[in-house]
T-cell receptor, first 115, second 115 residues
Framework: DADVTQTPRNRITKTGKRIMLECSQT?????MYWYRQDPGLGLRLIYY???????NKGEISDGYSVSRQAQAKFSLSLESAIPNQTALYFC??????????????FGEGSRLTVL | GDSVTQMEGPVTLSEEAFLTINCTYT??????LFWYVQYPGEGLQLLLK?????DKGSNKGFEATYRKETTSFHLEKGSVQVSDSAVYFC??????????????FGKGITLSVRP
């Protein structure tokens, strides 16, 4: 089983719908991140959390919200999806030592299409 | 803020060709530098890293040297294989507060290797 699991892996939805992407990890890491990947734009950070009580906005947080339900769970919500939120979304984790060394562990991605 | 610039892609090479992928960065302080690789259908994984100036990271035949004087971290491989076909991301890690750091990615470059 993967250490970082994302659900769903693929989702097609319509404009205006609420969508939640979930991430769970078995690595015991405190730090969790949500990124989106767009062709030609690379990975951009949406939100990150250094522990259960800590939530921080990334560079493109508008239109998104997150919830850190437990150390192992970090969900990303789109309250009212729009077409330009069509992208590949990645969850990642790290612990203090690995974060200081920059090593993140990524899930396999959730492909979201908003029609 | 911190930024990473990668050469434009995609790159197509024949098997056993020499590979160079350029990466330059802008950052305050003393960032750590990384190359991540994304194979088709998978999440990103760390390929190699360097944490201080003049360090050389290496893995799977790939190498990159942290050059502070030119703010560069170019990825090289002497003889590429078809299995190296993937998207390659240059990234840097810098402190954001206390002991917490954040990763900034370049846009990525797609490498295709022909048999």
């Amino acid at each position: 089983d993967a250490d970082v699991t994302q659900t769903p892996r693929n989702r097609i939805t319509k404009t205006g719908k609420r969508i939640m992407l979930e991430c769970s990890q078995t690595k015991g890491h405190d730090r969790m991140y949500w990124y989106r990947q767009d062709p030609g734009l690379g990975l951009r950070l949406i939100y990150y959390s250094f522990d259960v009580k800590d939530i921080n906005k990334g560079e493109i947080s508008d239109g998104y919200s997150v919830s850190r339900q437990a150390q192992a769970k970090f969900s990303l919500s789109l309250e009212s999806a729009i077409p330009n939120q069509t992208a590949l979304y990645f969850c990642a984790t790290s612990d203090l030592g690995e974060a200081a060394n920059g090593e993140l562990f990524f899930g396999e991605g959730s492909r979201l299409t908003v029609l | 803020g911190d930024s990473v610039t990668q050469m434009e892609g995609p790159v197509t090479l024949s098997e056993e060709a020499f590979l160079t992928i350029n990466c330059t960065y802008t950052a305050t302080g003393y960032p750590s530098l990384f190359w991540y690789v994304q194979y088709p259908g998978e999440g990103l994984q760390l390929l190699l890293k360097a944490t201080k100036a003049d360090d050389k990271g290496s893995n799977k035949g790939f190498e990159a040297t942290y050059r502070k004087e030119t703010t560069s971290f170019h990825l090289e491989k002497g003889s590429v294989q078809v299995s190296d076909s993937a998207v390659y991301f240059c990234a840097l890690s810098n402190l954001v507060s206390g002991a917490n750091s954040k990763l900034t990615f370049g846009k990525g470059i797609t490498l295709s290797v022909r048999p």
